[in-house]
């Protein structure tokens, strides 16, 4: 059995603020390494997603992503815009919007490499000690979801 605690803990004691203050430093982070490539951190997401696997309805997309369709599409048309990915009606079901990469979002993948090692830099964990606390935290996403 799981003990809970008697009291209402600090901030500092707080998983949801660790989390909520990693979360922002990593944004802090990530901002001046993604402005040079015009990025903000959730277009470099849509990216990331889309090197992985070019060609993505958008639902799929926001899914992976955790983003609703009105957080995505403006996100979308402004990459689209920015000549980085195309949009566009499916062929076989013209209810469903794709994305996919243009020569310019791809060639930016090589540009992820940098982002990553600098961002792995200023972790100052290893490689094995941040799959788990990724591990973990997809876990701990989890469970909180189901009782969503």
Not at 2 to 9: C, D, V
Not at 45 to 66: K, N, P, Q, Y
Not at 117 to 144: H, K, M, P
Request: charged fraction near 25%; glycine fraction near 6%.
């Amino acid at each position: 059995m799981t003990q809970t605690p008697s009291r209402l803990p600090g901030t500092g004691d707080m998983l949801c603020f660790a989390l909520y203050s990693a979360n922002h430093a990593m944004t802090r982070l990530y901002r001046p390494l993604l402005q040079p490539l015009g990025l903000t951190y959730p277009q470099y997401l849509v990216l990331v997603a889309l090197w992985s696997e070019d060609e993505r309805r958008v639902g799929a997309l926001g899914e992976e992503l955790g983003l609703d369709t009105n957080t995505l599409t403006p996100l979308l048309k402004r990459m689209a815009e920015a000549g980085l990915v195309t949009r566009g009606r499916s062929a076989a079901d013209e209810r469903v919007v794709t994305v996919r990469l243009t020569d310019k979002g791809r060639a930016l993948e090589a540009e992820a490499e940098r982002i990553t090692t600098c961002v792995f830099e200023a972790t100052g964990l290893s490689v094995e000690e941040l799959a788990d606390l990724r591990d973990r935290i997809a876990r701990l996403n989890t469970e909180i979801a189901e009782h969503l």
